[in-house]
Nanobody
């Protein structure tokens, strides 16, 4: 069992930056890919970014490409999502997930509770 906890959400003005962190329990973190998803009110959960087990491979949704950067530190069992040039449409609850690599929520086995990101115009 892997427990996942996100932190770092908050409120920021458009154009600002935030860094989300993800901490995973257990010794198996490096066996899993890590993904970030987000869900805005009334919308389905959508893929944001993923990073492979080793960190060598990353992939981003078109909507965040060039603005967000995903990273991980397997020695610390942590990951992060650096978000820059934030837009009001980035407002959502952001979730960190651990599992198989992919863009679908069903490909991830362990989820955090989510952290709110609000971008004001």
């Amino acid at each position: 069992q892997v427990q996942v906890v996100e932190s770092g959400g908050g409120m920021v003005q458009a154009g600002g930056s935030l860094r989300l962190s993800c901490a995973a329990s257990g010794r198996t973190f490096s066996r899993y890919a890590m993904g970030w998803f987000r869900q805005a009110p009334g919308k389905e959960r959508e893929f944001v970014a993923y990073i492979s087990q080793s960190g060598a491979s990353t992939y981003y949704a078109d909507s965040v490409k060039g603005r967000f950067t995903i990273s991980r530190d397997n020695a610390q069992n942590t990951g992060s999502l650096q978000m820059k040039s934030l837009k009001p449409e980035d407002t959502a609850v952001y979730y960190c997930a651990i599992g198989r690599i992919g863009v679908l929520p069903g490909e991830y086995d362990y989820w955090g509770q989510g952290t709110q990101v609000t971008v004001s115009s």
